[in-house]
């Protein structure tokens, strides 16, 4: 996929996933952790699957972005409260 789309991807993706997890942190870095978020989602889908299901600007590239997303606020979450 192409970075152009992998970055929207990712902004759509971090936005939800701060929503989704009722994170405030702010519109930049929900977006910086987005664009994060669905690289790592990329990587772990090809983990599993080999696959890369990053495909272009559809559903299932949101959807897995949306997962990456939503473990780099775990992590991010964890690290804030320390």
């Known amino acids: 996929m192409g970075l152009l789309a992998t970055i929207v991807v990712g902004l759509i993706a971090g936005l939800l996933a701060s929503a989704i ?3 405030k942190t702010g519109v ?7 664009i994060i978020g669905g ?7 090809t983990l599993i699957t080999g696959v890369n299901l990053m495909s272009g600007f559809n559903l299932t590239s949101i959807l897995v972005a949306l997962g990456g997303s939503i473990v ?7 690290i804030k409260k320390k």
Do not use: H
């Open 21 to 23: 997890m009722k994170v």
């Open 28 to 34: 930049f870095v929900d977006m910086i952790l987005g």
């Open 72 to 78: 780099v606020l775990v992590i991010y979450r964890a």
């Open 39 to 45: 690289v790592v989602g990329g990587w772990i889908s």
